[in-house]
């Protein structure tokens, strides 16, 4: 079993080589869009597994998840022979391609956080024009004569 800090040093090695071939070595127009966004191999380095997310060539237009699924998983081969050029490890490590969930869940966590924001402003409106249900400050204070105490008993 390998050091773990080894397999992040070659997870970032192996992110930094996929990155670069898909920009400039790969000629494939499915991965025009792709990037990649994070690498992890496994403790015993036989296995490497790419995060990557797909944006679209402008913001209204939805990116083709399955195009540059189907780019990455043509380009896999070729992929690994640069990987195990780049790295020099005895064995080059299988690449497997992941589409990344964070880009997702950041929509999801925005939406939600938007729609907590709405209800603060709700709830501040209907606050500003609330009024007290008994007295406005029903706490006893010092100064007050007390109605159950006579004068001069201690307490």
């Known amino acids: 079993m390998a050091d ?12 930094t080589i996929v990155a670069t071939a898909i920009e400039h070595d790969i000629k494939d127009p499915r991965l025009d869009y792709v990037t990649v966004t994070d690498t992890r191999v496994t403790n015993d380095l036989h296995d490497a597994t790419v995060f990557y997310t797909v944006m679209g060539p402008t913001l209204d237009v939805e990116p083709d998840y399955e195009a540059a699924a189907a780019g990455l998983e043509k380009a896999r081969g070729q992929l690994r022979s640069k990987v195990g050029a780049g790295t020099g490890v005895r064995f080059t490590p299988t690449l497997r391609f992941e589409l990344d969930g964070v880009p997702a869940a950041v929509a999801n ?3 939600l956080l938007a729609k907590a ?4 402003e709700r709830v501040a409106a209907v606050a500003a024009t609330a009024k007290p249900a008994g007295e406005a ?15 001069g008993a201690e307490r």
Do not use: F, V, W
């Open 117 to 120: 924001r709405e209800q603060d």
């Open 109 to 111: 966590m925005e939406a």
């Open 4 to 15: 773990p800090a080894r397999a992040a040093r070659l997870a970032k090695r192996i992110g």
């Open 137 to 151: 400050d029903p706490y006893k204070h010092d100064d007050e004569d007390s109605d159950d105490e006579p004068d």
